[in-house]
């Protein structure tokens, strides 16, 4: 009897905490009028592939090692390819080695943080501040000066090359 209840008082708990990490979820799509550039879901699936629609409005994350901004090491900008908010530089990204492109800070006032409860435990979700996309996640465990490592998703970034020096 003992592992019975055991056993229903941890599906229980489980359940529960599912629940209540889906509560503690915060939409970009569900944003509309908290940022400066906002449109319905039908205006974004216009204006995004699907795979930039499912990663900046919905969530999700691409591949690990599946974009091309993972070894760019040129000089530039790195925007959010949904409103085309410069984001992050070139001087801050680094290789962590995790298949996503990384950096250890952002632009001043570029991109706006919260807590994301999707896997449980608390994480730090990265967005863009203009118009509220996703973009990845930070974590403690980056290089110096911060300590952070901002890992993003590379559907969600447009990168411009730094203009040529006349």
């Not at 919260?114 to 465990?141: M, N, Q, W």
Request: hydrophobic share 35%; net charge neutral; glycine share 10%.
């Amino acid at each position: 009897m003992q592992r019975r209840q055991f056993l229903l008082t941890g599906a229980v708990m489980a359940g529960s905490a599912i629940a209540v990490a889906m509560s503690f979820g915060r939409k970009a799509e569900s944003a509309e009028g908290r940022f400066k550039v906002a449109m319905t879901d039908e205006e974004w699936r216009a204006k995004l592939t699907p795979d930039q629609f499912a990663v900046l409005r919905q969530e999700g994350t691409e591949r690990p090692f599946s974009s091309q901004l993972n070894d760019n090491k040129k000089p530039g900008l790195y925007a959010c390819a949904g409103c085309d908010t410069p984001t992050y530089t070139s001087e801050t990204k680094f290789d962590s080695g995790t298949g996503w492109p990384s950096f250890w800070a952002a632009m001043e006032g570029a991109v706006g943080t919260s807590t994301d409860y999707k896997l449980i435990y608390p994480r730090t979700e990265v967005h863009c501040a203009t118009c509220g996309g996703h973009l990845g996640h930070i974590f403690d465990d980056g290089p110096a000066p911060t300590g952070k490592r901002h890992c993003l998703n590379g559907v969600a970034l447009n990168f411009r090359d730094a203009p040529k020096a006349s």
